[in-house]
């Protein structure tokens, strides 16, 4: 699981324009939480190969809150931290220290949790000099930083990751490679999560092993269903009760991520009576950028008429249009109906996942669509693609050689990507297509 830092903090110190240098969301589509979580945004972050989820706490607007700015802040900063293995506090280097510093300082250090302190905006300062007065606050040192201008970031990443004493990464993915199927329902509040996965481990034909009697609301189910192995991931806001699940109304967005992050496959579920929401395209862009293959079901299909349906295909078409790869299935978790073709899809995606892409056949491929139709030439330059070869699975990475290559518009990649989809059948599944020029 990705460890989760949080930057907390007065506002105006710098905590967004550091959760862009983190999360370099400028050109990434971060999920923004934004409709369920009000101020709160999450983010993707990496240094080499070491990945993290960011939450940022600097969305809200002082001025709205008539004289409970505090109050806010607070409230804001509380469920951070709660959701974060690690807490950088970010204070201005140029401002010194303040009251509400003082405040935020204490609470954090009653709290006892992982904390970094950062003095951003140092850019071109004296750390030993200006930095000091920053010690009394009592967090220990202060790391001076510079997020508009890029300065001392990496340092205070590793710095922060330092702390979490993480085992070090496991280089091979062969999780992916021994044929068992990590899946994960995701979806909001409500849509009927418990409901299905009640549903199918009720089912004789789905055989499930050592209910766990896992700590509080992990979970984390191996089962095995006409001879495929599948383990279910601890699925976000679901409880065990006994022999069955049932639904916590807290909705974690940490946990969605981070269930989709370990998944394979992701089962999204949408309330058809409700159609596409805000909190679903959320969820949904972030399967999309986490590459997981994808499976759309439409949960209710038993309690909408004709018209709703329409409405609500028509909705998936539109909002979730990015996700057009994916199967899409109309169900009823509870007059089980539907389940069997849901099967059949998260089979199918987990296979385009996990696809074997021989060179020459890439190849061919390639060359084939450059004969149909070739690149523009951009300018002085005319790309030049030779030869193409596969990065990685889960989701499918296609590395295409040549020169020149910084020029091929996206429209002709998506040109590409459907001929590469269609000669490997990869449904279900996102797919990366990268360019790699030599000189
Ligand atoms: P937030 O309210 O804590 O999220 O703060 P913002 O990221 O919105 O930044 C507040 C102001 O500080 C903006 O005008 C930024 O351009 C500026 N700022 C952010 N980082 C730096 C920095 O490293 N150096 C300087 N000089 N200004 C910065
Ligand atoms: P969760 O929060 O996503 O786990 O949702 P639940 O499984 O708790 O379901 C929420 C509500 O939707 C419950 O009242 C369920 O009985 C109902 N529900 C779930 N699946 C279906 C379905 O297929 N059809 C209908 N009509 N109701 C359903």
Redesign the pocket.
Known sequence: MKPVIALVGRPNVGKSTLFNRMTKSRDAIVADFAGLTRDRHYGNGHIGRREFIVIDTGGFEPDAVDGNIFHEMAKQTRQAVAEADVVIFVVDARAGVSSQDHDIANYLRRLGKPCVLAANKAEGMREGVQLVEFFELGLGEVHGVSAAHGQGIRDLLELALETLNLPEEDEDEEGAEDGVVKLAVA?R????????INTWLGEERLVAFDMPGTTRDAISVPFERNGTKYELIDTA??RRKGKVF??IEKFSVVKTLQAIETANVVLL?IDAAEGVTDQDAHIAGYILESGRAVVIAI?????VDAYQRELVQRSIETRLAFLKFAAMLF?????RQGLGPVWDAIGQAHRAAMRKMPTPVLTRVLLEAIQFQSPPRAGMFRPKMRYAHQGGMNPPVIIIHGNSLEHVPAAYIRFLEGRFRKEFDLVGTPLRIQMKTSE
């Open positions: 979806g509040p409500n849509v009927g999560k418990s409901t299905l806001g679901l049932e639904a579920l949960n209710k299909w038993d309690a169900i009823s978790a509870k007059k």
